[in-house]
T-cell receptor, first 112, second 112 residues
Framework: DTGVSQDPRHKITKRGQNVTFRCDPI?????LYWYRQTLGQGPEFLTY????????KSRLLSDRFSAERPKGSFSTLEIQRTEQGDSAMYLC??????????FGPGTRLLVL | KQEVTQIPAALSVPEGENLVLNCSFT??????LQWFRQDPGKGLTSLLL?????REQTSGRLNASLDKSSGRSTLYIAASQPGDSATYLC???????????FGTGTRLQVFP
């Protein structure tokens, strides 16, 4: 069990570019979550999957954001036409059920 | 709508002190409450999870309590050490959703 992994760990991009982040959950965890955390704030929920089904999306997830979890394994979060306000830490978590969520190290995004 | 508040926002104590971090939530119909630790620029590490049917959980020098009727949870850290310096976040999960609602955290510094 290597824990939740995220790639890349850091991303710097220019406004208007598209970026994609990857999350690999703990094996056999059927639930996968994405959160966003800005400086000095607690994480805010974006979306979550049970297996390959996306069951809930926050209104924070605008049309520029899309998440997928093909085959119920890893997940990707894509942001199109990035804006400076998208700069944040993007955290992924997984859980085997309705209990403890285990978080990855996060991807820090900076939009210039 | 569940809202989670943490006080104090920051705390600085000398090594060896016992301390209490506070977490308040507005919706008493919670499923569980989880305490996390976050080191600067890192992901979240789960410390303790308290189910709604429980009153407290203990792990080493940490003890977390839950009082649903008053909408409060506390994290007690005994004999604090400089290695305890971090931000501590609490997060509530309600029955009708799988997402965590986080507080803004308490930034703890323990000095030698």
């Amino acid at each position: 069990d290597t824990g939740v992994s995220q790639d890349p760990r850091h991303k710097i991009t220019k406004r208007g570019q598209n970026v994609t982040f990857r999350c690999d959950p703990i094996s056999e965890h059927n639930r996968l979550y994405w959160y966003r955390q800005t400086l000095g704030q607690g994480p805010e929920f974006l979306t979550y999957f049970q297996n390959e089904a996306q069951l809930e999306k926050s209104r924070l997830l605008s049309d520029r954001f899309s998440a997928e979890r093909p085959k119920g394994s890893f997940s990707t979060l894509e942001i199109q036409r990035t804006e400076q306000g998208d700069s944040a830490m993007y955290l992924c978590a997984s859980s085997p059920g309705f209990e403890t969520q285990y978080f990855g190290p996060g991807t820090r995004l900076l939009v210039l | 709508k569940q809202e989670v508040t943490q006080i104090p926002a920051a705390l600085s104590v000398p090594e060896g002190e016992n301390l209490v971090l506070n977490c308040s939530f507005t919706d008493s119909a919670i499923y569980n409450l989880q305490w996390f630790r976050q080191d600067p620029g890192k992901g979240l590490t789960s410390l303790l999870l308290i189910q709604s049917s429980q009153r407290e959980q203990t792990s080493g020098r940490l003890n977390a309590s839950l009082d649903k009727s008053s909408g409060r949870s506390t994290l007690y850290i005994a004999a604090s050490q400089p290695g305890d310096s971090a931000t501590y976040l609490c997060a509530a999960k309600t029955h009708n959703t799988d997402k965590l609602i986080f507080g803004t955290g308490t930034r703890l510094q323990v000095f030698p």
